[in-house]
C-alpha cells in the first residue's frame, strides 16, 4: 500500500514537471505583440445591421508580403462582444454563411473581405457604436501574433 501511494505521488509530481518543461507562459498580463511583419489592411469598414441587436459585418483588403506563411486563426472588434471571420460557402447547391476554417496566407498574397465572401462578423454590438465613428479590429494569427487597425463604422444602408 505504501508503494503504490509513494509511486502515485512520484508519478503526480514528474506529470507537473513535465509540462513546466513544455512552452513557457507568458506573465499575466502580458500579450503577444501587435503587428505581423508583412500583414497590412486597408479600406477597412464596419457595417452596422439594419436591425438593432443583430450582427455588423467588417470588410477590408488585406495583403501578406512576409516570409513564412501564416494562418489567420480569428478576429476580435472593439464594441462587439465578440467576432468571428466567416465567408460564404456552398452546400447542397445553396450558398451558405459559416465560420471560416484558419485562412493560410503566403508571401505576395492579397485578399479582399467584401460581402458575399469572407468577412468578419462582429456580434452584440454597443449600441454606442454609431455611423461615422471608427472602431478598432484586429486579426489573430495562429501562434498568437494580431493585426489591429482601425474600420470606420457605416450605417447599413451606406456603401459597403
Known sequence: MKKSVLFGM????????????????????????DGVPGLSASNARMVLAPVAGNPAAVYFDL????????????????????AMIHEMSEWDGKMQMGEALPIVLKKGEKLTFAP??????????????????TTEVTLIVSGGDKLSFPAEIRAAGDDR
Open 116 to 133: 458575399g465572401g469572407k468577412h468578419v462578423m462582429a456580434m452584440n454590438v454597443s449600441p454606442k457604436m454609431m455611423a461615422g465613428g
Open 63 to 82: 495583403a501578406y508580403d512576409g516570409d513564412r506563411n501564416l494562418a489567420l486563426s480569428g478576429a476580435a472588434v472593439e464594441g462587439a462582444e465578440s
Open 10 to 33: 512520484a508519478l503526480a509530481i514528474s506529470s507537473v514537471t513535465l509540462s513546466a518543461c513544455g512552452e513557457e507562459a507568458a506573465p499575466e498580463g502580458v500579450v503577444a505583440p
